[in-house]
């Protein structure tokens, strides 16, 4: 059985090891704007939301949004995901945009590499942006 949920901000303390293994791996491909210590603290005040989805009884993929507040929309952002469930994890996805739209969100966009715009398409997302920059 598939299940992706909320992991609720008051049971931080009960998170699996493996969903920060998971985060570890989406920080790797940062440009080191982020440190594991800050993603946590977010996670735990609550201005960032984890998802972990399980295949069986193992935690296989996590996913770390969070909202942001524009003058005219309300979007919610998928920020960091890892793990080797994506591909199951996908077909849940729809239970974030569910609950984001109940935060009264009107967009969901997701960060990260060049190969989420194959891997989402599927589910009507396509690509909207391309990020670049350099080093100072």
């Known amino acids: 059985m598939n299940l992706f949920a909320q992991w609720p901000k008051e049971m931080y303390d009960k998170l699996p090891s493996v969903v920060f293994e998971h985060i570890a791996m989406a920080l790797e491909h940062g440009n080191g704007e982020r440190t594991m210590k800050e993603v946590r603290e977010d996670i735990q005040d609550g201005s960032k939301q984890v998802w972990v989805h399980s295949t069986d009884d193992v935690f296989d993929f996590t996913m770390v949004t969070q909202i942001v507040e524009h003058p005219s929309k309300k979007i919610c952002e998928v920020v960091y995901s890892g793990g080797s469930g994506m591909l199951k994890a996908l077909d849940e996805v729809k239970v ?36 670049v920059g350099r080093e100072l």
């Open 96 to 131: 974030i945009e569910e609950w984001a739209k109940l935060c009264g969100c009107t967009d969901i966009h997701a960060i990260g590499r060049k190969y989420m715009v194959k891997s989402l398409a599927p589910y009507g997302y396509t690509q909207r942006y391309v990020t």
